[in-house]
């Protein structure tokens, strides 16, 4: 089992930057691909980014490419998003989540979830 845990998240101005940041629990951690959604108020969880257990390419929504890059580092169980160029329409609750034999943009296909962080993009 894996406990997921998102922090970084907060207010910054369209333009801005931040780093997400998801501490994983438990001695398995590379050996699940891990993805990253998020989910505005009154829309569905959508897909961001994912990356597989042995950091291989990385897969990632239209909306984001060039933007945004996910990346991992097994050695501390911890898998980053950084969010550079941020626009307003990127304001949601930022979940990352665990599979571990899929790395696609089905949130139904991800087992374990952490609670999420929120991140708010100001015009």
């Known amino acids: 089992q894996v406990q997921l845990v998102e922090s970084g998240g907060g207010l910054v101005q369209a333009g801005g930057s931040l780093r997400l940041s998801c501490a994983a629990s438990?001695?398995?951690?590379?050996?699940?691909?891990m993805g990253w959604f998020r989910q505005a108020p009154g829309k569905e969880r959508e897909f961001v980014a994912s990356?597989?257990?042995?950091?291989?390419?990385?897969y990632y929504a239209d909306s984001v490419k060039g933007r945004f890059t996910i990346s991992r580092d097994n050695a501390k169980n911890t898998v980053y998003l950084q969010m550079n160029l941020l626009k307003p329409e990127d304001t949601a609750l930022y979940y990352c989540?665990?599979?571990?034999?899929?790395?696609?943009?089905?949130?139904?296909?991800?087992?374990?979830w952490g609670q999420g962080t929120q991140v708010t993009v100001s015009s």
């Open positions: 989540a665990a599979a571990r034999y899929y790395r696609g943009s089905s949130y139904d296909q991800y087992n374990y």
């Open positions: 438990g001695r398995t951690f590379s050996t699940y691909h």
């Open positions: 990356i597989s257990w042995s950091a291989g390419t990385p």
